[in-house]
């Protein structure tokens, strides 16, 4: 087993458990029940890799295809089931448990899709939908609007890292090295842009009569 194909379990479980987090995190701000908070929190923890996954030919997709990842979105959906208390302690969990899980995922899924041979422009892009996937299908089944048509630098910062990752495949650069300063890189815009509310030009409301 190479290098890089550990290194991608390893992003995508890592990812995937701290997107169950924020997931069942979700789940238990809207009281529900045991099952709603496991069902929220394998929909968030791999939505987006399954997604990946589907596009680039690698079916059966590996959260359905390998237990790992069942066992790893129950767990930490019991965590935060069980110890919700301690959850709610910590300032915006769902918020910084999703900024985590953003960047793994639009690392491990630009590099994956790299690996499958598709040009660096579409593996950036899938690399962006990786990291934004999740947390799309956690929102719409609490009812909410998706983080990523409102968020302050939501899928620009899974862009963003995905990009270096895919920049340095092309020049030649061995893949831990730029998968490390991409999520890096990821994980540091979504931070600013919580921190001191950056973000993207929003659309404005029209002003006249309908």
């Known amino acids: 087993m190479s290098v890089t194909h550990i290194m991608l379990v390893a992003l995508d479980l890592g990812g995937t458990f701290v997107f169950a987090i924020s997931g069942a995190a979700a789940a238990v701000k809207y009281r529900l029940d045991i099952f709603g908070v496991l069902v929220l929190a394998f929909s968030a923890g791999n939505a987006g890799g399954i997604t990946r996954d589907i596009l680039i030919g690698a079916t059966p997709p ?3 295809a390998h237990l790992s990842y069942l ?8 965590i935060v089931f069980y110890w ?6 910590l300032n ?3 918020l910084w448990f999703d900024a985590i ?16 041979g598709l040009n ?6 899938l690399g962006m939908l990786t990291g934004i996937g999740g947390g799309m299908l956690r929102d719409v089944l609490v009812m909410q609007i998706p983080s990523v048509l409102r968020s302050d630098l939501y899928a620009l910062a899974a862009l963003v890292g995905a990009a270096i990752v895919v920049g340095g495949h092309v ?3 061995h893949a831990v090295p730029t998968a490390i300063v991409g999520g890096l890189a990821c994980f540091a815009l979504r931070y600013m842009a919580i ?3 950056w973000h993207l030009p929003h659309a404005r409301a029209s002003g006249g009569d309908a």
């Open 92 to 94: 915006h969990t769902v």
């Open 62 to 64: 590996a959260a359905i």
């Open 84 to 89: 919700d208390t301690m959850i709610a302690r």
């Open 71 to 78: 066992g790893v979105s129950i767990f930490a959906g019991l």
């Open 101 to 116: 899980g953003l960047a793994f995922f639009a690392v491990a899924g630009a590099e994956k899709a790299l690996l499958y």
């Open 120 to 125: 660096p422009v579409m593996a950036a892009l």
């Open 195 to 197: 921190r001191h509310g």
């Open 171 to 173: 020049i030649g650069i």
